[in-house]
């Protein structure tokens, strides 16, 4: 089991085992108090969805999961996202957690209101924000 230093936090944040703050392709992972927070950045696409399918795939495997998704740092996404987070969210309703997505583009905004995810999933401009709202009970 590793450990990742998180800005804020005064001690290193324990990994469980299977979670690395390793970057897998257009993602990095990690958790934060309790929570999985997947970063996707970079294009998200046909070609790149399967590196950002891997770590939410991880993160949505464990009972009662809690997981957000940080889209901050996303230049572009089309319907390869949309799926990728429609199925993150149906992985996440079956094992009782909750899902959140981080956004502030206005384009990420509209785009996931016609996708359908908004309808679904809470939406927050920052990772704190939805750690606040995910947090276990």
Avoid: N
Avoid at 19 to 47: F, K, Q
Avoid at 89 to 114: I, M, S, T, Y
């Amino acid at each position: 089991m590793g450990s990742i230093i998180q800005p804020g936090l005064p001690e290193p944040v324990p990994l469980v085992e299977g979670l690395s703050p390793e970057v897998s392709g257009g993602a990095r992972m990690c958790l934060m108090r309790g929570s999985t927070v997947v970063e996707v950045y970079g294009e998200i696409d046909l070609s790149t969805a399967t590196a950002v399918q891997a770590p939410l795939d991880v993160a949505t495997a464990q009972p009662g999961a809690r997981l957000i998704v940080d889209l901050r740092a996303v230049v572009f996404f089309d319907c390869a996202a949309l799926t990728l987070l429609h199925r993150a969210h149906r992985r996440v309703r079956e094992c009782g957690g909750a899902l959140g997505v981080v956004c502030v583009r206005p384009w990420h905004r509209k785009v996931l209101a016609v996708g359908g995810v908004a309808a679904l999933v809470p939406m927050f401009v920052t990772v704190h924000e939805a750690l606040v709202v995910t947090r276990p009970d």
